[in-house]
């Protein structure tokens, strides 16, 4: 290619990073459309990734690093043969650049001196969160054009006029793996951005530069240091030095933002208001940068609770946006580094959502309304806000009630997954009112919320408590009627969910004398089952009596449902035993109860040839009430033998109250073994008894008490038939009453 005819010159250093590929790979579309030469510089890469650079490049020069990027980009610069240039790093990438292709195809470069396409830097690794940068990488060359810089070189001259594209290249470089691996990348940069600091001493580039690097690593103070060294310095040479008034704009921003971080509102304030004063602000181009400062002086006004102030410098800083956030270039002209993202979305975002709050309070409806849709609720990055929406909520609770309070919230519960959010909320928000107190709060909670158009189970009941109280219904039959739909749509909607609504919602209709009973009654028997299994399993034991009493003024019919709940309201008390129950005998009383209302149930289902001919075929809980019941049988038989044998059947067969029959039956070997212990203790007395009347016998044989003797042996006789010295006593006996009574008759 001649030389005359290259139109573009792309020059990049390259030093075998993980994207180098990716970058080589997307300069083809360059290659492809315009005359243009591929220019790269080697710092570093091994054998294999040069063979790879070798296959794109026009020209490849090697480059012995010196910690100089300046030098290593004139290598290329110093080789470049385009009436343009352009210049990127080995893991930058673009997509697909039409913009700048086309400024070169149709030669409206011709026009131009300069230009900038956006850098995206990814700070996460899945692309998702970053912030657009615009550096000056492309200009027409001229004699004298050079790099300048150790680190973050740029290029001068850089004369205007300056095209500006809305390509960009992705840049991963700010990705890190962690902390130290942060750490060490600001390390490299900061020692030669200190030699610069000495050799430009007031130049706010490079106290710029600095000043970004501690502040990438969260070494606040350190900024703070360096911002007011650098400040001072640029105030006692700015008549002697070229600079551009967006660095110290920029130093200023990173000043104010470190003292917010390390809390030190009241030095934030005496600074902000320098930032203000400055004489430099009164450059028409330096409006972004002003704006920075209305945007932090509404961020600090917010986080110390001076809310007229936040709303002031708020409304601003919104006025600032809705005229230059789509003005790159004046972006790019009165703006520099930490603030010139002043108006990209995570600024944006960030500043509106803690804004909010005192927006609201001074009841600011239209800056309310016209910020908070400044931003794109449709966006990932809105969810998870959960501490601002807090307090947007408090705040429209502490005003009146005006309906762009409803218009906001019910942005916020529209929003994919966001009732999933605003649930939490609302919940929290009103557990906290009722624990303060704070009932007019709590009022307006409820007022917003039912007008929100979103049939979310909280929403429905929370519309069923303020339709109840609700001024505007002057017609009771129209306030009970709606309360009636309300109801019906809520077990329509969230049968699954009928145990999670509060007790207050029920109470409402017990008030207000509605029936409850045809709305359960239409829930399918099997589906309400279900819905008893989960409830029963960790329902605690306060709310199992209340729904006891509730079900109880429910019912006005027999029917399956009311069975299916007894029987599961009883599964459920069996697992407090020890605080309902917790002898045996009460605990015997409620497992027979439960057995009978196990088995009305399922005779509902089943015929009664399955109870007898094939109880297998019943389910497990039924099985266990059958051998519960037959156990009952045994026991009130005093048939310990048998009762334990269905006792022994009934472990393991009904997961759901198996920690209960194992209870039981170590309540039963318990009382076994007591009763066993007992009757030894009272074998053992007797036997004392028995010796100590057969001593008395003796004693009455010596003394030829015979008739005394005979009545005492007698008696213990019947109770220890088998004692054979008994036998013998009383035969001693009888011999001396022979003998007495022969020598009576002589």
């Not at 300069?27 to 790269?40: H, V």
């Not at 004298?144 to 991963?172: A, N, Q």
């Not at 001493?201 to 970004?212: A, E, F, H, N, T």
């Not at 038939?721 to 035969?731: F, G």
Request: proline share 3%; with cysteine; aromatic share 12%.
């Amino acid at each position: 290619m001649n030389d005359k005819s290259i139109v573009l010159s792309i020059s990049m250093l390259i030093s075998g990073k993980k994207d180098m590929p990716k970058s080589l790979e997307s300069l083809l579309f360059f290659k492809n459309a315009i005359p243009c030469e591929i220019i790269l510089v080697d710092t570093g890469c091994n054998a294999e990734q040069r063979a790879l650079a070798e296959q794109y490049a026009d020209k490849i020069y090697d480059f012995t690093w010196c910690n100089d990027f300046a030098a290593a980009r004139n290598v290329g610069l110093k080789a470049a043969k385009g009436e343009w240039f352009l210049y990127l790093d080995d893991d930058e990438w673009f997509d697909n650049p039409q913009e700048i292709i086309e400024f070169f195809q149709s030669g409206e470069y011709k026009n131009y001196n300069c230009a900038s396409y956006t850098v995206r830097n990814y700070t996460d690794s899945q692309g998702i969160m970053y912030d657009d940068s615009y550096p000056s990488r492309m200009v027409k060359l001229e004699p004298e054009t050079r790099f300048v810089g150790k680190i973050h070189e740029y290029l001068e001259p850089f004369r205007l006029p300056k095209k500006t594209f809305s390509d960009f290249v992705h840049h991963y470089g700010y990705v890190y793996k962690n902390e130290e691996e942060s750490r060490k990348h600001a390390q490299r940069n900061i020692v030669p951005l200190l030699e610069m600091r000495k050799t430009h001493p007031g130049d706010p580039r490079w106290i710029c530069q600095l000043v970004q690097e501690y502040f990438s690593v969260h070494e606040y103070e350190e900024v703070v240091k360096a911002c007011k060294i650098g400040l001072n310095e640029w105030n006692e040479k700015k008549d002697s030095i070229n600079y551009a008034p967006s660095h110290v704009g920029a130093i200023y921003g990173y000043l104010l933002i470190s003292l917010e971080s390390l809390e030190q509102f009241e030095e934030e304030e005496f600074w902000l208001k320098k930032a203000m004063a400055e004489p430099i602000n009164n450059l028409n181009y330096m409006e972004p940068t002003i704006a920075f400062y209305c945007l932090v002086a509404a961020r600090l006004y917010s986080k110390t609770g001076r809310h007229e102030l936040c709303r002031k410098y708020f409304q601003r800083y919104i006025d600032y946006t809705k005229r230059l956030k789509d003005d790159r270039t004046a972006i790019e002209a009165g703006a520099a580094l930490i603030a010139a993202g002043v108006f990209q979305e995570q600024l944006l975002y960030g500043v509106t959502l803690m804004s909010m709050e005192s927006a609201i309070r001074m009841e600011d409806y239209a800056l309310c309304e016209e910020a908070f849709y400044l931003m794109n609720w449709d966006d990932r990055r809105l969810l998870h806000q959960v501490t601002w929406e807090k307090k947007m909520l408090d705040a429209f609770c502490s005003v009146k009630y005006h309906p762009v309070w409803v218009k906001l919230l019910q942005t916020l519960v529209s929003r994919e997954d966001g009732i999933k959010e605003m649930h939490v909320v609302f919940l929290e928000a009103e557990i906290n009112y009722k624990q303060q107190g704070e009932m007019e709060k709590l009022w307006r909670l409820h007022r917003l919320v039912s007008e929100l158009d979103y049939e979310h189970r909280y929403i429905l009941c929370t519309k069923i408590l303020w339709t109840e109280h609700n001024p505007d219904i002057s017609s009771e039959e129209e306030r009970r009627q709606s309360v009636m739909d309300l109801y019906n749509k809520v077990f329509e909607k969230y049968t699954d969910e009928i145990f999670e609504v509060k007790a207050e919602v029920w109470n409402v209709a017990e008030r207000m004398k509605i029936s409850l009973e045809p709305m359960l009654l239409q829930v399918d028997y099997r589906r309400w089952n279900r819905i008893l299994v989960v409830w029963s399993a960790d329902v605690k034991l306060a709310d199992l009596q209340q729904w006891d009493t509730r079900m109880a003024l429910w019912k006005q019919k027999d029917d399956i449902r009311y069975e299916m709940f007894t029987v599961k309201c009883l599964e459920g008390y069996l697992r407090y035993y020890q605080d309902i129950c917790p002898s045996m005998p009460q605990l015997e009383e409620m497992l027979w109860r439960y057995a009978d209302n196990v088995l009305i149930l399922y005779r509902y289902l089943y015929k009664d040839s399955v109870f007898t001919e094939i109880p297998e075929a019943l389910p497990e809980e039924a099985q266990l009430a059958l051998r519960i019941k037959k156990m009952q049988k045994y026991r009130e038989l005093g048939d310990d033998r048998k009762a334990l044998a269905c006792l022994r059947k009934c472990v393991g067969l009904y997961p759901v109250l198996e920690k209960l029959i194992e209870a039981y039956a170590t309540m039963y070997r318990d009382t076994l073994q007591k009763q066993n212990q007992d009757a030894s203790a009272d074998q053992k007395e007797f036997l004392q008894l028995v010796n100590s009347l057969k001593s008395i016998a003796r004693q009455h044989l010596t003394r030829k008490e015979y008739q005394e003797a005979r009545d005492i042996l007698l008696q213990i006789r019947q109770c220890v038939p088998e004692d054979e010295e008994i036998e013998k006593l009383l035969s001693e006996a009888d011999n001396g009453l022979g003998v007495e009574n022969d020598i009576w008759q002589a």
